[in-house]
């Protein structure tokens, strides 16, 4: 991550920020009491299997679409932004970027199940978004306007490879702010797909 802040001019307190964020969670996480806590069997096995045996690269994907939204946000604090975690399911950059101290955190996942699950992981790991929202971009632009909701940036990893019409989305999620927005899209789960 450092040559990523070198490479991309980022503020160093910012990139100070959001490495020692990062380390918290990580602690956080690999000390997580799997055995007492009142996720689902699913949940648990889903969460170990796809972020806890390489819990560092996960963390790593998460920080680096922060710290690459922040760059693209010259001037601007973390507190004054707001950050939308675009089909978060069970991830770890919603918890992230809570522990960050964004303005606000949006969570956001098409899948009712993962999103009461991420809500009880987070109550559990003292980590709650402001605002949950279940649904696709359409529901999101929906909750956004009714909330009076601007979103900074919107950040998604393997998540845009399952999208099927990226015109709809794109121009649902330009709706989110009428001034200044950043889209971070990240994967690591199809290499394949560009």
Known sequence: LEEFRISNDLDKSQYELVLAKSNELFERLMNFDW???????YSKIYFQKCHVKRLHF???????????????QPGKQISELVYLDYGAGLGTSFMLAQ?????SVVYNDYNEEW???AKAMC????????????????????????HSISVDIISSRNVIEHLPDLV???????QLNIGRMV??????ANSYNP
């Open 35 to 41: 055995d007492s806590t009142k996720l689902r069997d």
């Open 99 to 103: 522990l960050c101290g964004f303005k």
């Open 123 to 146: 109550m559990e790991l003292n980590l709650a978004p402001a605002h949950f929202i279940v649904g696709d971009i359409v529901q999101v632009a929906e909750y956004c306007k009714g």
């Open 168 to 174: 709809h989305y794109y121009s649902y999620a330009s």
């Open 183 to 188: 889209m971070v899209d990240s994967t690591s």
């Open 115 to 117: 999103l009461e699950e």
């Open 58 to 72: 996960s963390i790593q994907c998460s920080a680096y679409n922060i710290l690459m939204a922040l760059s693209k």
